[in-house]
């Protein structure tokens, strides 16, 4: 396939990039400041290094695209997509984990070109396993192609998700959701990561994804990472491009529609 030009080298620039902030986010495991910006939302300065980093470097290689990164820095503009060509970054996905060194968290880092993200790119920091995708292209897990899973039942499946800790209005609704999939199915698993959640529903490592609450820089590359896997990311209402939506619904596709069904207490909670 022929991919655009700029596709190519984004994706390039972007895998080089995860990697190198991956080494920031590596020397300051184990000594990190925290910082609490609200009630359980942490940040530490490996997270403001790591988007720094990023940023200049994006600015250097593109110039003329725009980015929106998670971290209020106070010298940097964070902003709206004006650019054809517009970065969807989140410099540590998972920072709870980071900080009390429980894997995985990771760097994330989408392209969008008109609106649609092209590229994507999840970095596993503790792992090390990089996450790579364009669109129409394919899933790549450190360069070796992967796909999403063949689990065709619930009974077989295992679920990742994502606790609610900031917003607790929801929560038993949310308690409600996840009684009746802990019942239907093999597991459930709370990594701490959402992008890496994406990731590894993805990589057919999990089966099922769900969370309300996430912000773009959360998901927009694990999005393009499991349609890239081959399959299907919406929201509890199964509406396409859930990116702004909070509330996020990715699965292998055979388990989409149970899998909705059985999030239904969610349905109209977007915290
Ligand atoms: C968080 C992680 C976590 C999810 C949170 C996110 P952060 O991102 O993705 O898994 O449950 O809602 O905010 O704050 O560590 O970048
Ligand atoms: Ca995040
Ligand atoms: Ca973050």
């Not at 080298?9 to 910082?35: K, P």
């Not at 964070?78 to 650019?83: D, M, P, Q, R, V």
């Not at 429980?102 to 392209?111: D, N």
């Amino acid at each position: 396939m022929d991919l655009h030009p700029t596709y190519e080298t984004a994706l390039e620039v972007a895998a080089q990039l995860a990697r190198e902030a991956g080494q920031i986010v590596r020397y300051y495991a184990g000594r990190v400041t925290v910082r609490e910006k609200g009630y359980n939302e942490l940040v530490t300065q490996a997270d403001e290094e790591v988007q720094r980093f990023l940023t200049e470097q994006i600015r250097q290689h593109f110039p003329d695209h725009t980015i929106l990164a998670e971290e209020v820095l106070p010298d940097q503009q964070n902003g709206k997509a004006t650019a054809s060509f517009h970065w969807i970054i989140d410099p540590i996905d998972g920072t709870t984990n980071f900080t009390h060194g429980v894997p995985p968290y990771g760097v994330s880092l989408a392209l969008q070109h008109e609106g649609r993200t092209v590229v994507g790119v999840v970095y596993d920091v503790p792992h090390d396993e990089l996450f790579t995708a364009v669109r129409g292209g394919g899933l790549y897990v450190n360069g070796v192609r992967a796909r999403v899973s063949q689990t065709a039942t619930l009974r077989e499946a295992l679920i990742t998700t994502g606790f609610p800790y900031r917003e607790m209005a929801h929560l038993d609704a949310y308690l409600e959701a996840l009684g009746r999939i802990i019942r239907a199915t093999r597991g459930v698993r709370r990594p701490g990561a959402a992008s890496v959640d994406l990731a590894w529903v993805a990589c057919g490592r999990f089966d099922g994804f769900f969370e309300t609450g996430l912000s773009p820089w959360d998901v927009a590359a694990g999005i393009l990472l499991v349609e890239e896997g081959g399959g299907r990311v919406t929201d509890f209402h199964q509406r396409p491009d859930p990116l702004f939506a909070r509330q996020i619904l990715a699965t292998n596709g055979r388990l989409h529609e149970a899998l909705c069904e059985l999030v239904a207490p969610l349905h109209h909670v977007y915290t």
